[in-house]
């Protein structure tokens, strides 16, 4: 995974729980950076990778299922569950003002289960659709994102009926590389950062 010598792999576990109908509004987790923001040091960004676990799973694994509703879900209207994961530097208020354009957004990833109707005229049958997008190249950059602060991680579900009160787990793995920021870079992102 390492792709310099001089590479860093930061890693961190966030936990978090769904409400009793699947939802969680925008949470944080903090990847703390203090150690590599010190002085005029900072950190250089190139790969962000996301792990979605459900530890409290009855299988031996522990994966995440991507089924966020029951293919048999009574109504006449398709039943739609969602999630958003991104990395930033800035905390938004809401995951549905971020995308990948945002001010300091490193990366976002999107998962949506669609269900078909189980009732009413629409209905030709069960089905279901899953689609995961990743926003953000796996290398950020030749040189990386520069971050010279904590790195956040933005977490936000809808309607996940499935996983309704459990709690989940999301890894995150950051490869970086140590670098020395100049005085001006340093106090323009710092700048940026604290514009909300």
């Known amino acids: 995974m390492t792709k310099n010598k001089g590479d860093i792999i930061l890693r961190d576990r966030l936990q978090f729980t769904l409400d009793g109908s699947g939802d969680l509004s925008t949470v944080y987790g903090r990847?703390?950076?203090?150690?590599?923001?010190?002085?005029?040091?900072?950190?250089?960004?190139?790969?962000?990778?996301?792990?979605?676990?459900?530890?409290?799973?009855?299988?031996?694994?522990?994966?995440?299922?991507?089924?966020?509703d029951s293919i048999s879900a009574s109504g006449s209207a398709a039943g739609v569950g969602e999630y958003k994961l991104y990395a930033t530097t800035r905390a938004y208020e809401n995951a549905s003002d971020v995308g990948i354009a945002s001010p300091d957004v490193l990366c976002v990833e999107e998962g949506q289960w669609i269900v078909s109707p189980a009732g009413g005229a629409q209905a030709l049958g069960a089905w279901a659709q899953w689609d995961r997008k990743w926003y953000g190249p796996e290398d950020l950059h030749p040189a990386g994102f520069t971050v010279v602060s904590d790195l956040l991680i933005g977490i936000a579900f809808d309607t996940w009926s499935l996983a309704a009160d459990k709690t989940l787990e999301l890894d995150v793995m950051i490869v970086a590389d140590e670098i020395t920021v100049t005085t001006e870079r340093m106090n323009a992102l710092l700048t940026q950062q604290q514009d909300l």
């Open 31 to 68: 990847m703390d950076f203090s150690q590599y923001t010190v002085g005029k040091k900072g950190l250089a960004v190139k790969e962000v990778r996301f792990h979605l676990r459900d530890p409290g799973t009855a299988s031996n694994c522990g994966i995440f299922s991507i089924n966020a």
